[in-house]
């Protein structure tokens, strides 16, 4: 006969089994969003018959709501270190079935991310066996790299500017140079230790 211990044990288990399924059940949507300070996860859960909502981002619950006589609607929670505002919209699409759809920063999350390719440049490299993505905002010229906004020395040069700041013990510069071409503009590019780094595509 099995003791009182490995039954307790056996039925934790179940039960945490089990409130794992229910919770991955519900989970009706995920979106991942490249911010300056990272991508995030974003998590949508939605009980369509006891009308639960559960907002997670990056794992940790932002928004629970147990009991909701109205299914559709909207939720809006706040992303990443800068708080962007995200907004999850829940539609009626027939019957019982539904459309999830996220906003940032009230456009839709096609159209934030294009936008965003135009006001940012990103790149993504190795050193020294870590990875860092280093961000720059155009219209701040703010550096984040790995979700921590740097500390940068900007100056003048003959052929545009320099943004300078390092990662560990290696010295990084933003170097700003004129295309030429008016639809190109600003051409952007990241030198880490001497060695120019492409671009990377989000």
């Known amino acids: 006969m099995a003791s009182r211990e490995e039954i307790t044990v056996c039925e934790d288990e179940v039960r945490s089994r089990y409130s794992y399924l229910e919770k991955m059940t519900d989970l009706v949507a995920v979106w991942e969003v490249a911010l300056s300070d990272g991508v995030h996860k974003i998590e949508f859960e939605h009980g369509t018959t006891s009308g639960k909502r559960v907002v997670y981002v990056d794992g940790k619950e932002e928004i629970r709501k147990e009991w909701m006589f109205k299914l559709v609607g909207k939720e809006t929670f706040n992303v990443g270190a800068a708080k962007t505002k995200a907004t999850i919209n829940i539609d009626a699409v027939s019957g019982f079935a539904y459309e999830y759809t996220l906003d940032i920063n009230g456009k839709s999350l096609k159209k934030y991310m294009e936008n965003r390719s135009k006001t940012t440049n990103t790149w993504v490299l190795s050193l ?75």
């Open 128 to 202: 020294g066996g870590t990875d860092y993505r280093v961000v720059l905002e155009k219209d701040t010229m703010d550096v984040w790299c790995n979700g921590q906004k740097m500390e940068t020395a900007g100056e003048f040069v003959e052929d545009g500017t320099e943004t300078h700041f390092s990662v560990g013990d290696h010295s990084c510069c933003i170097k700003a140079v004129s295309s030429g071409k008016r639809k190109e503009g600003i051409i952007h590019t990241l030198i880490v230790d001497d060695r120019e780094i492409p671009e990377a595509v989000e």
